[in-house]
Antibody, heavy 119, light 109 residues
Framework: QVQLVQSGAEVKKPGASVKVSCKAS????????MHWVRQAPGQGLEWMGR????????NYAQKFQGRVTMTRDTSISTAYMDLSRLRSDDTAVYYC????????????WGQGTTVTVSS | SYELTQPPSVSVSPGQTARITCSGD??????AYWYQQKPGQAPIMVIY???ERPSGIPERFSGSSSGTTVTLTISGVQAEDEADYYC????????????FGGGTKVTVL
């Protein structure tokens, strides 16, 4: 079945970087864009950006420009989200979500990865 | 930056109808999507392209669009529908940036 499996929880110090992975299975990885969305404790969903796994092209939210890098490894059907210069307000659950082409929306989500930033 | 506006909360009795609105200037030009999120779980999509329902989503969930407002309607609300609901769309300034509404907590009384 189609699923996205994310890497485990991370604890980081302020100023460090974190890299979260999202492994896809059950479909052709390069046929669907991948979004990254985060949710701070008790808050709503916040879009960070997306990557086209076929071309590697990216589109980042303005808020994260210069701090986020999204990449992929098509040989292992895995997308990555790297966030640098972490602050305490980056503490959140980070989700990857597949985007079906043709405007069919984020139809499959990963289970989420908790990133805690604390000194 | 572009924003989508939702009411923070909606309360409804079992069997009644819940309506959640989402307003945004670009909604006449961009599709809207709706996601349901229960505590501790990842979101799931309940409506795409304003009014289409993914397979496996109950028929009581429906979506509509009128001008700058889209609406998610839950007919015959059940206790299991208690959750947070988020609308999502994109800006229309050519940057294709995704935006989420602030979310609406649906409480089943």
């Amino acid at each position: 079945q189609v699923q996205l499996v994310q890497s485990g929880a991370e604890v980081k110090k302020p100023g460090a970087s974190v890299k979260v992975s999202c492994k896809a299975s059950g479909y052709t990885f390069t046929d669907y864009s991948m979004h990254w969305v985060r949710q701070a404790p008790g808050q709503g969903l916040e879009w960070m950006g997306r990557i086209n796994p076929y071309s590697g092209g990216t589109n980042y939210a303005q808020k994260f420009q210069g701090r986020v890098t999204m990449t992929r490894d098509t040989s292992i059907s895995t997308a990555y989200m790297d966030l640098s210069r972490l602050r305490s307000d980056d503490t959140a659950v980070y989700y990857c979500a597949r985007d079906a082409p043709g405007g069919y929306g984020m139809d499959v989500w990963g289970q989420g990865t908790t990133v805690t930033v604390s000194s | 930056s572009y924003e989508l506006t939702q009411p923070p909360s909606v309360s409804v009795s079992p069997g009644q109808t819940a309506r959640i609105t989402c307003s945004g200037d670009a909604l006449p030009k961009q599709y809207a999507y709706w996601y349901q999120q229960k505590p501790g779980q990842a979101p799931i999509m309940v409506i795409y392209k304003d009014s289409e329902r993914p397979s496996g989503i109950p028929e009581r969930f429906s979506g509509s669009s009128s001008g700058t407002t889209v609406t998610l309607t839950i007919s015959g609300v059940q206790a299991e529908d208690e959750a947070d609901y988020y609308c999502q769309s994109e800006d229309s300034d050519g940057f294709s940036h995704v935006v989420f509404g602030g979310g609406t907590k649906v409480t089943v009384l």
